[in-house]
């Protein structure tokens, strides 16, 4: 929302701060500025100036012209409008004026040295014209104004912020100074209502007020007005459209004119029939439902109640009636229709925000006013139609002063909190000792302040932030509740560095193909109803994707590599909110052939528990078929273990994917140091082809074994492989005798021969 | 041969011995117990009782003069193969070692694990939440209810069944008001997401902490010096921080903390963009309505809540200057942290 420094200043008319500080104490007590603009710089350098000479130039579009002004003299420019022409007063721009941004130097044009220039409006700031110079009524009236520029998120719950009169209002109480009332209410004139006006729902729309006013005569504002307008953003139109912009940028009550003879009947506002649609004044049509309020007459939707006005109503050249329409909508129906329609004006912004009901006629007073202005002439025919609904006054609220003064965490004076409270129109009185009763000027009523609460930072911002003593909280000591879960994956991320993965962070979001590649159908995922790209509009079901694009990306330019990631795989569950389950993704990149990447794998998962154990398992479209296994802690698989099926990558990728929520460290358990020796033995086990290291270990128990270590595989030539293992014996009690050690190997090779194998 | 010329002869070849292996011949030669010495007191028997004697003392006077020239010779050969061995076993240390390096944390675990340890310090729970939430607890409970112009402020990814992707961490304040009772204090870190065009300062999924506490009259002043102590923390030295009025619906009186730049000490940079003053995170008071969803009676307790843009801090930190580099899984860039 864009400000002139100008308007609140002749809001607030003893304003002696600087823009600067003006943007600086708004942002501090009021609401977040993002810049100060400098607009019409060149105003006061710039002059009227009377054409009293046009010649053509050969060959050129262009004409030499001649002006005269009071200041400049006699100047000489080329000039190629058309519409300039002896005896019009134009606006002369000597050299040394920045127009547009860009400095203006005596220059050769057409062959005609150009002294100067004349200016458009667009050129000057004043509108968007810029199909000709600029022709003059009397003086230019435009002055140098700065524009403070509002972040509209942080008026979001001011209603009143959204005009000129709200801000100057916050200024005036920040320095202490007397706001000036733009309005004169005068009395309309009692007569009879020319318009008759009835409102179906008056939750949707509390208060419609309108007047009729006839003489009209629509053509251009006067320049100040429309630079006015223009400096804010607000497009120039014509008279009696500048009127209604120049009303909501002062008093924040978005108004909205209909050309009177175009109205059929009485004004009806109530909700759209569902198969009505309405032309509207930006050109597009717009398909009504049930849910839109509406402003019909006879002949059906003339505007969209609080959006925007239909265009066979509009204002034209020939109006010479109009009904100026001030009305309040409830601030949820307004932005629901807008967010359908995906259309947001000036006005719905405003109505978002909840207006106040009691702007309306105040709002038409001031238009009134400003109309007899821009329109010479006019007259309003009858009287004001106001309808509206009780207009609710909230109760006041007590606001108990110690309870204040704790809330502030420094103590307040009852005198200072009635003076900031007063300044912003907040009416005040002494309730108690310790007590005041404060009632909410109507305007912050709607929405703004409803409690003691919000009373707290009116009073907080005013005295300034920044004036407050910090005060150490006064708070039991207590050791936290502890959080296992983060904690261990916290663990696990400092067990992965060090192993030599550095972690990555992969995105959310995936898309069809990539889930697919994982074969995960896109049905499986939680799906993105307002996705970001088309392609990505999954939300991952698996981190495995998110790796594969790390994978790729970086085998580029990396011969070998580790990573992992830690992140949360989410799995759709119907009627309930989704599941996200925590995974563990480390992956081994490396450029060579050969299995040592699923090696430095096993060699992690051995860090991460001892326990966890590895068995081969059917592989799935992603993995190699030959080297793939389930990852068991106890009889649970908690993930698996594979090499990136070759035709995914270049080079070799071994992954593994665990289960966070499955996974847990290794519990540490106690057991006294054996006193008596150990013993051991070396086994060859003669083996078929793929009969597993593991599967054969198995078969090598005995009560006195306590340790089976696997030595290596030896592949014999012809097909089978002898593998050897070294046996470790012990008992608790006593040293083992030769005789029980000899036994102890009789009864494992006994096994394994029941096993079909034989030693070596 | 004489004594006297057998303990010269034997002087001698100790003195000549080309290597510790010559000298250990010699010595088992001259001194074994086989050895030409023995040989010599094998006639000890046929002596007198006077020539025993003196023949007894020459012979240890020899042995002994015998003995110490064998084990100096020896300790010179030791200390000669010693340093020929250290020569040969020089070593080239600035061969880099073989093995894997170790891998690196991610800047924003990084900077997660400094802040949380800092505040369990500082007697705070740290809380998870999902990274999908309800409708309701994204917006409802945090006085956001549908309609209000607020929601326009977190462009929200909507997902099917009236779930969304959590806009910020404020939905843990909900789940931690009914997990926990008052007096109490949390954080909740997390990843968030807003539906968002992304470049190089914008990011659709980016990381926050959340932090309420939850305690009998805590203040404006409270909030303001916990605020200052906890960034004094987090920035490792005195910071100087503004408040000034902020909206956020879940707070009443919400602000917006700005700190004094880092960089030029509020003189004004382009970091600054010359204001001299960094947003850095809202806060407020808790808002009675917030606290009265969460099952907590306003008038008996109250709070505040502040929400820290870590990826804002992590950028900061280090320099970041494109904020996409945090998720894009270049190992060139992670693994300088």
């Known amino acids: ?760 | 041969m004489s004594l006297a010329d057998l303990t010269q002869a034997s002087l001698s070849r100790v003195a000549s011995a080309a290597t510790a292996e010559e000298l250990e011949a010699i010595r088992v030669e001259v001194l074994g117990r086989k050895g030409t010495l023995a040989n010599l007191s094998k006639d000890f028997g046929k002596l007198s009782p006077e020539e025993r004697a003196a023949f007894g003392k020459d012979l240890n006077a020899a042995k002994q003069s015998l003995e110490s020239a064998f084990d100096a010779r020896k300790a010179g050969f030791d200390s000669a193969a010693l340093t020929a061995r250290l020569d040969a076993e020089w070593l080239d240390l600035t061969i880099p070692p073989a093995g894997q390096r170790p891998g690196s944390l991610h800047p924003l675990t990084q900077i997660q694990r400094e802040i949380e340890q800092l505040f369990t310090s500082l007697g705070f729970a740290v809380l998870d939440g999902p990274e999908v939430e309800s409708e309701y607890n994204n917006f409802d409970a945090l006085n956001i209810p549908a309609e209000h112009p607020a929601r326009d402020m977190q462009d929200t990814f909507w997902l099917d069944g009236g779930f969304c992707l959590r806009t910020h961490t404020s939905p843990v304040q909900v789940r931690g008001m009914k997990l926990l009772k008052p007096p109490f204090r949390m954080i909740a870190p997390g990843r968030v997401f807003r539906n968002e065009e992304v470049d190089a300062s914008h990011e659709h999924t980016f990381y926050q902490l959340e932090g309420m506490m939850v305690d009998r009259n805590v203040s404006v002043a409270n909030l303001i010096y916990f605020m200052k102590t906890l960034l004094s923390g987090i920035f490792g030295r005195e910071v100087t921080v503004r408040l000034r009025p902020g909206y956020f619906p879940f707070v009443e009186p919400g602000f917006e903390l700005d700190i004094q730049c880092l960089l030029c000490d509020g003189a004004g940079c382009p970091v600054c963009k010359q204001s001299g003053w960094v947003e850095l995170l809202p806060c407020g008071l808790v808002h009675p309505n917030v606290l009265r969803l969460g099952g907590i009676d306003p008038e008996e307790w109250n709070g505040f809540a502040f929400g820290l843009g870590m990826t804002r801090l992590v950028m900061m930190r280090y320099g970041i200057e494109d904020i996409r580099q945090l998720q894009g899984g270049d190992l060139r860039f992670l693994k300088q942290f």
Request: aromatic share 6%; with cysteine; proline share 6%.
């Open chain 1, 1 to 760: 929302m864009k400000f002139s420094y100008n308007w609140i200043q002749e809001l607030v008319p003893s304003l002696k701060a600087s823009p600067t500080d003006t943007m600086r104490q708004i942002t501090l007590r009021t609401a977040e500025a993002e810049g100060l603009e400098p607009v019409g710089q060149h105003f006061g350098k710039v002059v009227s100036a009377k054409v009293v000479e046009v010649e053509p130039i050969e060959g050129s579009h262009n004409r030499k012209v001649v002006v005269k002004s009071a200041q400049y003299g006699t100047r000489t420019v080329v000039c190629g409008a058309p519409n300039v022409r002896v005896g019009m007063v134009a606006v002369y721009c000597p050299p040394g004026v920045e127009i547009e941004g860009k400095k203006l130097t005596k220059a050769v044009v057409s062959g005609v040295e150009s002294d100067g220039m004349l200016a458009s409006g667009k050129e000057l700031g004043i509108n968007r014209d810029h199909e000709g110079i600029v022709e003059v009524g009397g003086g230019i009236g435009c002055t140098p104004d700065f524009i403070i520029e509002i972040d509209n998120k942080s008026l979001t719950h001011r209603p009143d912020l959204w005009g000129h009169y709200g801000m100057a209002r916050e200024v005036a109480a920040i320095y202490g100074l007397e706001l000036k009332d733009p309005v004169k209410v005068r009395p309309f004139p009692e007569e009879l209502a020319c318009i008759d006006v009835a409102i179906k729902d008056f939750t949707l729309c509390p208060r419609y007020s309108a007047l009729i006013f006839e003489n009209v005569r629509v053509q251009p504002s006067p320049l100040w007005f429309q630079y006015r307008l223009e400096s804010l953003g607000l497009n120039p139109i014509n008279n009696i459209v500048d009127v209604t912009n120049y009303v909501m940028a002062e008093l924040a009550q978005p108004m909205h004119a209909f050309d009177a003879d175009k109205v059929q009947g009485g004004i009806r506002v109530r909700n759209a029939h569902e198969s009505e649609s309405i032309a509207a004044l930006n050109g597009d049509a717009y398909q009504l439902d049930g849910s839109t309020l509406v402003i019909t007459d006879d002949s059906g939707p003339i505007a969209i109640a609080g959006v925007i006005g239909g265009s066979e109503t509009a204002i034209g050249p020939a109006t010479t009636r109009i009904l100026l329409e001030s009305a309040n909508f409830q601030a949820a129906s307004v932005r629901r229709t807008s967010t359908r329609l995906k259309l947001r004006t000036d006005a719905s912004m405003r109505f978002e925000k909840s207006q106040d009901p009691a702007n309306t006629v105040r709002a038409l007073a001031r238009a009134a006013a400003l109309l007899q202005q821009v329109c010479p002439g006019i007259r309003v025919k009858g009287g004001l139609t106001d309808v509206h609904t009780e207009l609710r006054h909230p109760a006041p609220i007590v606001l108990p002063l110690d309870w204040l003064s704790r809330k502030l965490g420094n103590d307040i004076t009852p005198a200072q909190a009635t003076k900031i409270l007063a300044r912003l129109q907040f009416g005040v009185s002494e309730l108690g000792e310790n007590e005041l009763e404060v009632r909410v000027p109507s305007w912050r009523a709607t929405k703004d302040i409803s409690g003691k609460e919000d009373l707290v930072e009116e009073i907080g911002r005013m005295i300034g932030y920044d004036n407050f003593t910090p005060v150490a909280p006064l708070v039991a000591a207590a050791p936290p509740p502890a959080n296992p879960s983060r904690a261990f994956q916290h663990q696990l991320r400092t067990l992965c560095s060090q192993q030599g993965y550095t972690e990555v962070y992969n995105y959310s979001f995936v898309n069809a193909e990539q889930a697919a590649r994982f074969g995960l159908s896109p049905e499986s995922h939680v799906r993105v109803l307002n996705p970001i790209a088309s392609d990505q509009g999954l939300l991952r079901r698996s981190l495995l994707p998110g790796i594969h694009r790390n994978l790729v990306e970086n085998a580029k330019h990396s011969a070998s590599f580790r990573l992992f990631e830690i992140g949360y795989e989410i799995h759709p569950v119907k009627g309930q909110p989704p599941l996200e389950i925590p995974q563990l993704v480390a992956a081994v990149y490396s450029r060579q052939d050969g299995e040592g990447n699923l090696n430095e794998l096993k060699r992690l998962l051995a860090c991460l528990n001892p326990a966890l154990t590895i068995q081969p398992t059917q592989a799935l479209d992603f993995e190699h078929p030959g080297r793939v296994a389930e990852v068991l802690l106890g009889q649970t698989s908690i993930g698996r273990l594979f090499e990136l099926h070759p035709s995914l990558v270049k080079g070799r990728a071994a992954i593994v994917d665990l289960n966070l929520d499955l996974l847990k460290l290794e519990a540490k358990q106690y057991r006294p140091v054996r006193k008596f020796p150990s013993s051991d033995f070396d086994l060859s086990v003669v083996a078929g082809p793929r009969v597993l290291v593991a599967s054969v270990a198995a078969l090598l128990t005995d009560p006195l074994v306590e340790r089976t270590e696997y030595l290596m595989l030896h592949p014999l030539g012809d097909g089978r492989n002898s593998i050897s293992y070294r046996l470790t014996l012990a008992a608790p009690d006593h040293t083992l005798s030769a005789e029980e050690i000899a036994m102890a190997r009789e009864r494992i090779i006994t096994r394994l021969r029941e096993a079909g194998l034989e030693l070596r």
